[in-house]
């Protein structure tokens, strides 16, 4: 599988869980807040969370075989030169955005 067709996995599954995330900002900002609700979100994100840390393994295992740095400049670096930067960085972009939502859900907490 190419870095391409990789990120575009990644980028799926970090979609859904975007989607949890406001869902669940939804759920904890109802005047009355479903504990069943939260909790199944809960699980759900977890799951999400997993996964997307299986798919970035992988991603930062191949990136290390093929002899790039690990950090952002490896990681930049590959999808380079594999022809997908603009979809990384949109990734990456997306990645903060979820990583902002789940920060705010945990305040509303």
């Not at 900002?25 to 977890?46: F, M, P, V």
């Not at 799951?47 to 290390?64: D, M, P, T, Y």
């Not at 380079?80 to 990384?88: S, Y």
């Amino acid at each position: 599988m190419s870095l391409a067709q990789h990120l575009g996995r990644q980028r799926s599954h970090l979609e859904a869980f975007i989607t949890l995330l406001e869902s669940e900002r939804r759920t904890l900002s109802e005047g009355q807040i479903d504990g069943r609700q939260l909790a199944e979100q809960a699980q759900e994100k977890q799951a999400h969370i997993s996964r997307l840390e299986a798919l970035e393994a992988q991603r930062l295992a191949a990136q290390r075989k093929l002899g790039y740095g690990e950090g952002r400049r490896g990681a930049e670096a590959a999808a380079r030169d594999a022809g997908c930067l603009e979809a990384w960085l949109e990734f990456r972009q997306r990645a903060l955005h979820a990583k902002q939502l789940n920060q705010l859900n945990g305040v509303l907490v």
